[in-house]
């Protein structure tokens, strides 16, 4: 549960910093944070909601496949996922 609410509050901040123009590594440290989301319900059974941290986190690097900071997150959403 703490995990979780620390891990939502970082998608939280991110975002609020992030409201202008996002580089890169904006758009990178999003993702992450809501890929750890997605970690974190998978850990406690609560799929469908890892399935959305996960398809959020996927939009966030969307058609970066090559991209050497969002390729990396596209590549551990998809692994995620399966």
Do not use: H
Not at 57 to 76: I, S, T
């Amino acid at each position: 549960e703490r995990a979780l609410e620390a891990a939502r509050k970082s998608v939280e901040l991110w975002t609020a910093i992030g409201t202008t123009a996002r580089t890169k590594s904006d758009r990178r440290r999003l993702a992450l944070a809501m890929v750890k989301c997605g970690d974190i319900t998978a850990e406690v059974r609560q799929f469908d909601a890892a399935r959305d941290w996960y398809t959020k986190a996927a939009r966030e690097a969307d058609g970066a496949a090559n991209d050497p900071l969002l390729g990396p997150v596209l590549k551990r959403v998809a692994e995620q996922q399966q």
